[in-house]
């Protein structure tokens, strides 16, 4: 994973989004809710597998979509073990660069993995042309993410 080399600057613009994402309703505390912090665990699992699948059968691009919704899945649990919940992907991003990456407890590559598997959910694939290393380090990444989430659970 990539280390954390972040300027004051953008340590700033981070709360702000955190903040504004409060202010909004987009993010919100909520009662930890083990049960919910399991079944997401679980989804970014079946989501992984059925990337693999993808990944091994030649589909990359759905490899990557579902690589990008395990990851999701896993924000969403992680959120969730600090009492909040997310509306909307940019808020998660925001939530899990604050709570979890400003913390230094993943290095911001998650934040990385998560934005290249969003472009290309969102259909920004248009060349249809993927690098299989990456995307090997992507299916990679995203299982040392469950691991650790699911570790963490065990703690909360």
């Known amino acids: 994973m990539k280390e954390n080399s972040r300027g004051a600057g ?4 981070v709360a702000r989004r955190f903040d504004a ?3 909004s309703g987009n ?4 009662p930890i809710d083990p049960a919910m912090i399991g079944a997401e665990l679980r989804e970014a699992e079946n989501d992984l597998e059925v990337a693999g699948k993808s990944f091994k059968d030649g589909t990359d691009k759905w490899a990557v979509k579902q690589s990008h919704r ?3 899945h896993v924000f969403r649990a992680l ?25 230094r ?3 911001s590559a998650i934040l990385e993995d998560f934005e290249y598997g969003r472009e290309i959910a969102k259909g920004n694939d248009c060349l249809c042309v993927y ?3 990456d995307i090997e380090e992507l299916l990679a990444s995203t299982r040392v993410l469950i691991e650790r989430a699911k570790e963490m659970a065990k703690k909360a």
Do not use: H, S, T
């Not at 953008?10 to 613009?13: L, W």
């Not at 993010?27 to 909520?30: C, E």
């Not at 959120?79 to 913390?103: Q, S």
């Open 79 to 103: 959120l969730g073990m600090k009492g909040y919940e997310a509306k909307g992907v940019d808020c998660l991003k925001y939530a899990m660069d604050e709570l979890y990456v400003r913390e």
């Open 10 to 13: 953008e340590v700033i613009v």
């Open 131 to 133: 690098d299989r290393g």
């Open 27 to 30: 993010l919100g505390k909520v």
């Open 105 to 107: 407890v993943f290095a």
């Open 21 to 23: 994402c409060l202010k």
């Open 70 to 72: 395990a990851i999701m």
